[in-house]
Nanobody, 126 residues
Framework: QVQLVESGGGLVQAGGSLRLSCAASGRSFSSYAMGWFRQAPGKEREFVAA????????SYADSVKGRFTISRDNAKNTVYLQMNSLQPEDTAVYYC???????????????????WGQGTQVTVSS
């Protein structure tokens, strides 16, 4: 089992940057594939980015490709989401998610992840 705590959200102007962090407690962090999702008011939770257990492979939603970067530091039990060129449509609660897996597949669906953080609010003003 793993517990996830996100941080780094806040209010930023359009074109600005934020870096989200997700600290994991528990054992064997490197055995978990990690993902970031977001949920805007009135909308379903959607995939943002995912990273493999070693960090060697990543996957992104088309809407953030080229602007967001997911990374992880297994020595620190932490996964990051660097968000650049933020736009008002990026406003949402951002969630970190984890799934313990031996598969190399990077999940893009909510139900592919077992553990979730409480979320951190990102607000982008125009």
């Amino acid at each position: 089992q793993v517990q996830l705590v996100e941080s780094g959200g806040g209010l930023v102007q359009a074109g600005g940057s934020l870096r989200l962090s997700c600290a994991a407690s528990g054992r064997s962090f490197s055995s978990y594939a990690m993902g970031w999702f977001r949920q805007a008011p009135g909308k379903e939770r959607e995939f943002v980015a995912a990273i493999s257990r070693s960090g060697g492979r990543t996957s992104y939603a088309d809407s953030v490709k080229g602007r967001f970067t997911i990374s992880r530091d297994n020595a620190k039990n932490t996964v990051y989401l660097q968000m650049n060129s933020l736009q008002p449509e990026d406003t949402a609660v951002y969630y970190c998610a984890a799934v313990q897996t031996r598969s190399g597949v990077l999940g893009t669906e909510v139900d592919e992840y077992r553990y979730w953080g409480q979320g951190t609010q990102v607000t982008v003003s125009s």
